[in-house]
């Protein structure tokens, strides 16, 4: 991790990684732990109070309405209709879109955190719901694993139907629909993809490479992920100015490397060898 974390930081990043490491991890924990290292005016009674608006939210569902279908359509009377969470293409250029007390608050944000906002909702209240993880847009699924009723909360929950859900896919990566795409998505996996999100965002904007830094380093403490995030946050440490602990991510990158491409590895050692250079 960066080496010159504040106090506050790492105790965050520390119940993170523990919360990450949960034998039943919490959704809504992790994204509000996540959500305070990228808002610094985020505290306890923040977190605490979007905690209890989420549980406010779900005892105003009917009381178990019955069918996957029915939970459905109650959630989008609730939380489209009623309570206006929804998103816009322009919410996918607000960091505070990936942000969930923000979401919460702004009743906006990204289909994923629209979806978290849904399936904390919903799972309070009782619902048999999960996320689903469609290529290039998340949706929520009411029922059991292939008798799904989905529903996008990025539309204000609108039901749909297999062809909907076939459009999304195609748009996404022009094939079909496969049914292991409908699969529930894990908490932890989740968290990853919005953590790529905000990733994906701090990359158009070269002024906010903090935020990347963050990303990359608090993906880096979930039990699974990408290898090649320690190269992209080598890369990032260099780019701040900070080359020695830059090189020393990159060699040690370079040592994994080399053990299956000893020629990518050669150069990761020449990106760390220029890294050292700039100290001179």
Known sequence: MSPHLSPR???????FAEEARAERPD???????????????????????????????????????????????????????RTGFHGTPNDYQRLESSLLHEVVRRRRGLPI???????EVARRAGAPVCGVALPGHFVVGFGPAGEQVLADPFDGGRVLTGADAQTLVAGATGGPLDPSMLRPADP????????????????????????????????????????????ERAQLLVRR???????????????????????AAESVREQ???????LN
């Open 113 to 119: 955190l629209l979806s978290v906002v849904w399936l």
């Open 272 to 278: 760390a060898r220029a890294a050292r250079a700039m």
């Open 188 to 231: 932890l996996d989740v968290v990853l993809r919005i953590l790529n999100n905000i990733r994906a965002w701090a990359a158009t904007r070269p002024e906010r490479s903090d935020v990347a830094l963050w990303a990359v380093e608090l993906s880096l403490l979930l039990p699974a992920h990408p290898a090649r995030l320690r190269y």
């Open 241 to 263: 100015g900070d080359f020695v602990n830059g090189a020393v991510e990159l060699e040690a990158y370079a040592d994994v490397v080399g053990a299956v491409d000893e020629n």
């Open 27 to 81: 959704l809504a924990q992790l994204c509000l732990l996540l959500a305070a290292q990228g808002d610094a005016s985020l505290d306890e009674a923040g977190m605490d109070a979007v905690q209890m608006e989420l549980d406010e939210l779900a005892g105003r569902l009917p009381y178990r309405p019955g069918s996957p279908h029915d939970w459905a359509t109650a959630c989008a009377d609730l939380l489209g209709a």
């Open 9 to 15: 930081s790492t105790e965050l990043r520390r119940r």
